[in-house]
């Protein structure tokens, strides 16, 4: 299928038709010998003198090349454009935002791994979430890491690979040891908003108490809800520990509460993947479709086909005058 970019280009074709119709006769001086025995001359050629101009008149075939030009190039103007058969894209229409607590308290313990290894409260969650992520394809991932404050560690984006590499470098109190908590809440806001994404999803992973936070975690929460992002709050260890250690289980459920998500708790590695596998389920994945249809521009071609009939038409004068020569001489 063949359409043009610049349609209103056709109207050029009437152009040489009110340059014929309006325009001033071309008009040309030349010098001329005066013959003092014209009317002899006369005589013996057997002419009528008479005044007026000569009109210099082209071949058909000059003609028909010169309008077959303007054709081709109000052609070429019009920018023919072939559009191809219609294309289907997928473009994910959610933002997953993920927040992972790097306060001391993480280093406890108390996960065991499928062949009974002993690990970290973060080993456990970076095995788990790698499992999570490889089944978020359709979803752009963020991930913040906080303690003392948070830190944005993978803007939102889809290469996943990238994502875990980044997640796997993060390091148990590289972000200091406290919990801020409602400070990666609200970081996470600013992230949403210049990602200007309309769904909008918070996972907020986390072993202790808020201890470091400048704005109250429910304060956050309630921002959050006002910007339609959704919070899912993961408490992750004993919920019976205490000090800085203590999960305050009460905030993580109003938090989750507030903006229309769940809060869940995970004691060991089953549970935790359990979590993941539910807001996977809640969350499943979303896209955009998008259609469009790819466009080559052709407006060469128009050219090269006059370049062609020219050269074509050139060959034929050029043998019509070879052969008239063999035949004079």
């Given at each position: 299928m063949i359409e043009f970019a610049y349609p209103w280009a056709f109207t050029l074709l009437a152009l040489p038709f009110l340059v014929y119709w309006f325009s001033p006769i071309y008009k040309e001086k030349k010098a001329s010998i005066q013959v003092p025995y014209f009317s002899r001359l006369v005589d013996v050629t057997g002419e009528a003198p008479q005044s007026g101009a000569v009109v210099i008149n082209r071949h058909n075939m000059q003609r028909l090349l010169v309008a077959f030009a303007w054709c081709c190039l109000v052609v070429s103007m019009a920018k023919p454009e072939i559009v191809g058969e219609p294309i289907m894209q997928k473009k994910s229409a959610r933002d997953l935002m993920i927040t992972v607590d790097l306060s001391g308290s993480m280093s406890v313990e108390d996960f065991t791994t499928p062949d009974g290894t002993v690990v970290n409260r973060l080993v456990a969650v970076k095995q788990v979430l790698s499992d999570f992520v490889q089944g978020r394809v359709g979803?752009?991932?963020?991930?913040?890491?906080?303690g003392d404050a948070p830190y944005l560690q993978a803007p939102f984006t889809d290469d996943l690979t990238t994502w875990l590499a980044l997640l796997n470098e993060a390091e148990i109190g590289m972000a200091g040891q406290s919990t801020a908590f409602g400070d990666a809440i609200g970081l996470s806001i600013n992230v949403f908003e210049n990602a200007q994404s309309k769904n909008r999803v918070l996972i907020v992973l986390t072993d202790g108490n808020d201890t470091a936070s400048k704005v109250p975690p429910i304060d956050a929460a309630k921002v959050a809800a006002a910007y339609d992002i959704k919070i899912y709050t993961i408490a992750v260890g004993d919920p019976l520990a205490v000090g800085e250690e203590l999960v305050d289980l009460k905030v993580l459920n109003e938090i989750a509460s507030v903006t229309g998500g769940q809060s869940f708790t995970a004691l060991n590695r089953q549970e935790l993947q359990q979590v993941y596998q539910e807001i996977d389920n809640l969350e499943p994945e979303l896209f955009e479709?998008?259609?469009?249809?790819?466009?080559?521009?052709?407006?060469?071609?128009?050219?090269?086909?006059?370049?062609?009939?020219?050269?074509g038409a050139l060959l034929i004068v050029a043998l019509r005058v070879r052969r008239r020569a063999k035949q004079e001489g």
């Open positions: 979803d752009r991932l963020g991930l913040i890491l906080f479709s998008r259609s469009f249809r790819p466009r080559t521009s052709a407006h060469h071609y128009p050219i090269v086909l006059f370049v062609l009939c020219y050269v």
